[in-house]
């Protein structure tokens, strides 16, 4: 993208030496991310002072969103400061922090490990006393302030290294705003045959363990037609599957409704909200219809759905829409009432429970799979004990396990009842170890099956190793009593089924010489726990 926005002869590098200027995109959803970002910031700046002195350092991302205010002061020699609105600006940016590293050359602190450590503790401690002081930003919607850029040209820690005027930039606003669409340019980095199409930014509900609508903003959808154009051209250019993102994707549209004044969170109001919508109104059952109208043979991933927002159209949209992968992500985080109170999650166990029966009866072959946290404030061995049991019970096709991360600034980081870091790991490999069991027993279900999946490309030796894939051949099929297949010679390709999202899910390996980037029929043979082995169908 950066590169596509420069356009007038500025060149482009990944090399952190030579570039006149260094971005640094930077993380602050958990504590171990922070502390990555500073630690990378503090080494930027570092690798400059000896290799290339005349270099700018832009800091982007979630942290100069989260502490937009205080990050000029911690950071003397970063030049600007840059937030989530300000991606179609980055062209200018770059030309600025360029310039703006030329005017203050002279004066330089020297970085260190004692200072990354002071720089991190203080970052925890201002979060502290924001929860102390003000538990919620209030809304800047209807003022005039919404939208704002800020651009801090000084700061008071800054003045003791550098001049006044020569104090980092910083350009970000206090309420994000920002949405990508079609016309802005983008450098993609998946490989050719799969994209992921953001269809909304920023957030409208209120989990207590969550920071990203502070951070990223309220719910704004992208137009329909602005999407649809973006789909058209990825297909146009090789791509196969088409995965659907943002923070609520089946809040998708609601935004976009007549007179929408605010959040439609739980699902009694979403669904009343959905019912009186007018009958041409966007949503994510019409975007879904009209990307599957699109020619062509290709796959459509719906991603991060909230359980509280499904409906029975959506439900219908599925089934009826062929391209649309029998597949859904929907984060449930819990299964216990009190938790789920806690977590400020909108629904209930039974809720839970009567929606996952729904989506299995009414798309027939669906692959759920759901996140849940271990370990939240308050979490009692019995709510756990449930946990394990509801796991047990829902049999999820896949399913991730994360334990509680504290966050200073959320509701949950200042609860009660924090539970100790061991015992939060403990109740991860105990829920996961519940899951596992599982996960063989719907692997082998595959065995013998013929299954469409996309060709990824060449198994690496790394991947290879992670799959253990010597157990197919010479351990588990032999134990299960079928004959060791006959596997042709040649190296392995890797492989996704319909069930199985990039990155995160399972893989199907097979050996043959089948074309990556396309579509594939193949027959399972074979299984490790959670991959699938087979051979050209």
């Known amino acids: 993208m950066l590169g596509a926005l420069l356009k007038d002869g500025v060149e482009v590098t990944n090399d952190p030496v030579q570039a006149d200027v260094v971005i640094v995109n930077t993380c602050s959803f958990i504590d171990s991310a922070q502390e990555e970002s500073v630690e990378a910031i503090l080494e930027s700046a570092a690798v400059r002072e000896v290799s290339n002195r005349q270099q700018g350092l832009i800091v982007s991302g979630c942290l100069s969103q989260r502490f937009r205010e205080e990050l000029p002061q911690l950071f003397p020699e970063v030049d600007v400061f840059m937030g989530i609105d300000q991606v179609a600006q980055v062209a200018q940016i770059v030309r600025l922090a360029h310039q703006h590293r030329s005017e203050k050359i002279n004066g330089r602190r020297p970085t260190s490990r004692a200072r990354q450590t002071r720089i991190t503790a203080q970052l925890a401690r201002l979060e502290g006393r924001r929860e102390r002081g003000q538990a919620h930003e209030p809304s800047l919607r209807g003022t005039d302030k919404f939208g704002k850029t800020r651009t801090v040209l000084s700061g008071n820690g800054a003045r003791q290294y550098f001049h006044a005027s020569a104090a980092p930039i910083l350009e970000v606003t206090s309420r994000p705003t920002y949405i990508p669409d079609y ?115 290709f796959w459509i991933r719906l991603l991060y759905t909230h359980p509280a927002h499904w409906t029975e159209e959506l439900i219908q949209t599925i089934r009826e829409c062929s391209k649309v992968a029998r597949y859904v992500d929907i984060p449930l985080q819990h299964i216990h009432d009190n938790m789920l109170e806690r977590m400020r999650r909108e629904t209930s166990q039974q809720y839970i429970i009567d929606l996952l ?181």
Not at 187 to 195: E, G, I, Q, S
């Open 183 to 297: 016309a802005t340019p983008r450098f993609r980095l998946t490989p050719k045959h799969f994209a992921y199409i953001k269809i909304a930014e920023g957030c409208n509900h209120p989990c207590s363990f969550c920071l990203i609508p502070r951070m990223r903003g309220s719910h704004r959808s992208r137009e329909q037609t602005d999407i649809v154009a973006e789909a058209r051209a990825l297909l146009a250019a090789g791509v196969r599957e088409l995965n659907l993102i943002s923070q609520d994707s089946t809040y998708y549209g609601l935004d976009l409704r007549p007179d929408h004044r605010r959040a439609i969170s739980s699902p009694e109001r979403f669904s009343a909200a959905a019912q009186s919508l007018p009958a041409n109104a966007t949503t994510i059952c019409t975007l879904l219809r009209a990307l599957n109208a699109l020619p062509g043979d």
């Open 357 to 537: 029966r729904r989506i299995r009866a009414g798309i027939p072959g669906i692959a759920l799979r759901t996140t849940f946290i271990v370990g939240f404030p308050g979490e009692t061995k019995a709510c756990f004990d449930e946990l394990v049991d509801f796991i047990g019970a829902a049999r999820f096709e896949r399913l991730g396990i994360f334990a509680y991360s504290q966050q200073m600034g959320t509701r949950a980081g200042g609860m009660a009842g924090q539970v100790a870091a061991r015992v939060k790991q403990q109740r991860r490999k105990a829920a996961m170890a519940a899951q596992h069991k599982i996960a063989r027993e719907i692997s082998e279900s595959f065995v013998g099956r013929t299954l469409k999946v996309l060709i990824e490309g060449r198994a690496s030796a790394r991947q290879l190793t992670a799959a253990n894939l010597s157990s197919w051949e010479h351990g588990l099929i032999r134990a299960n009593a079928v004959p060791a297949p006959r596997l042709p010679a040649g190296e392995f390709l890797v492989a996704r089924g319909e069930a199985d999202a990039p990155d995160i899910d399972g893989r199907v390996y097979l050996r043959g010489d089948l074309p990556a980037g396309e579509f594939a029929r193949v027959k399972i043979i074979g299984h490790t726990d959670y991959d699938l082995i087979a051979r050209p169908a």
